[in-house]
């Protein structure tokens, strides 16, 4: 049996998943056009913000998830959602991929790892351009604290629409 969400968390799917992956896409500018999420497990955010991005001309969404059943699931997800001219999912683990994705204007990851580790898999894109938009949940704080000065990227957070003590954590290399 494969779990794509917590079984736990399945009363709530609506707001603890769909609606928590739908508000990132506000977060981002309208001009965004290629996103890549990182671990993207049962879809979230992946297919979410495929879905949102579809009426988006050019809008493409790129899909990295190491585990070959959820990497299948997405593929099937996609192809039933009519999004597989615009998504593509890749069956390997992030680190192994993020170098050779190229330019991308958004990189998520949703419950993948500490804000740190987050970034530090990222950097190639942040370092391209792209905003880091990471779902964070009531452990923001001590991850930015544990993190400690964020080197060369200027973190802000934005306050999360579905649970009052977690945050979206947007994340850019740092102006020079």
């Known amino acids: 049996m494969l779990n794509l969400v917590s079984p736990g968390t399945l009363p709530q799917l609506w707001t603890r998943h769909i609606l ?3 508000q990132l896409f506000a977060l981002v500018p309208a ?3 290629r996103w890549v999420d990182l671990g993207s497990g049962g879809g979230f955010p992946g297919l979410v913000i495929a879905a949102m991005g579809a009426d ?8 990295v998830e190491s585990d070959q059943r959820k ?3 997405l593929r099937t997800a996609a192809r039933e959602m009519g999004l597989t001219d615009r998504l593509q999912v890749h069956a390997r683990r992030a680190e192994d991929v993020v170098a050779g994705i190229g330019s991308v204007d958004v990189v998520s990851a949703r419950a993948l790892a500490p804000l740190r580790d987050l970034v ?6 942040l370092e391209g351009g792209a905003l880091g938009v990471y779902p964070k949940g009531e452990s923001i704080q001590r991850e930015l604290t544990q993190w400690g000065p964020p080197d060369r990227f200027d973190v802000s957070l934005a306050p999360s629409r579905t649970h009052p ?12």
Do not use: K, N, Q, Y
């Open 120 to 125: 530090h898999l990222s950097a190639p894109l």
């Open 71 to 73: 990497a299948a699931f």
């Open 31 to 33: 001009t965004a056009l």
């Open 20 to 22: 928590d992956s739908a």
């Open 56 to 63: 988006r001309i050019g809008f493409e969404t790129i899909l």
């Open 165 to 176: 003590s977690a945050a979206i954590a947007l994340v850019r290399v740092r102006a020079e």
